[in-house]
């Protein structure tokens, strides 16, 4: 065998070997680092308009003009209503009909106005 073929091994063999221990120590920190979920959806976490209202009611909870369990209450409904429009999504072939659509929309904005009414009190303290 030849050095070169034994330097080409080794090489290939430190590589095989150390890929997967530096993605291993990479993902816990990047993924922890940042807070958002993985998948298909990209940075914003589930759904966009959801992945964006967790990371702000995360952002208020680290400012502190939000608790921990309001802002998990209010992460939960909002998961709650997303699976709820995947499911109606889903039971209608990808296709919802304008009133369910309202409703939706509606269910969303409701939830919108108790996270700021949640908010309003710290806001004129200030």
Same mark, same amino acid.
């Given at each position: 065998?030849?050095?070169?073929?034994?330097?080409?091994?080794?090489?290939?063999?430190?590589?095989?070997? $150390?890929?997967?221990?530096?993605?291993?120590?990479?993902?816990?920190?990047?993924?922890? %680092?940042?807070?958002?979920?993985?998948?298909?959806?990209? %940075?914003?976490?589930?759904?966009?308009?959801?992945?964006?209202?967790?990371?702000?009611?995360? #952002?208020?909870?680290?400012?502190?003009?939000?608790?921990?369990?309001?802002?998990?209450?209010?992460? $939960?409904? $909002?998961?709650?209503?997303?699976?709820?429009?995947?499911?109606?999504?889903?039971?209608?072939?990808?296709?919802?009909?304008?009133?369910?659509?309202?409703?939706?929309?509606?269910?969303? %904005?409701?939830? #919108?106005?108790?996270? %700021?009414?949640?908010? $309003?009190?710290?806001?004129?303290?200030?």
């Amino acid at each position: 065998m030849s050095l070169k073929s034994m330097l080409r091994g080794t090489a290939v063999a430190t590589l095989l070997l $150390a890929v997967p221990v530096l993605a291993q120590t990479a993902a816990p920190s990047d993924s922890a %680092k940042t807070g958002q979920c993985e998948g298909r959806r990209g %940075k914003h976490g589930g759904g966009h308009k959801f992945g964006r209202m967790e990371q702000r009611l995360d #952002k208020q909870v680290a400012e502190g003009r939000l608790t921990q369990a309001q802002a998990d209450s209010f992460k $939960a409904e $909002a998961k709650q209503l997303h699976e709820e429009m995947k499911a109606a999504r889903a039971a209608a072939n990808g296709q919802v009909d304008e009133t369910q659509r309202a409703q939706f929309k509606e269910r969303r %904005k409701a939830l #919108k106005q108790k996270i %700021k009414a949640a908010l $309003a009190p710290t806001q004129q303290g200030a």
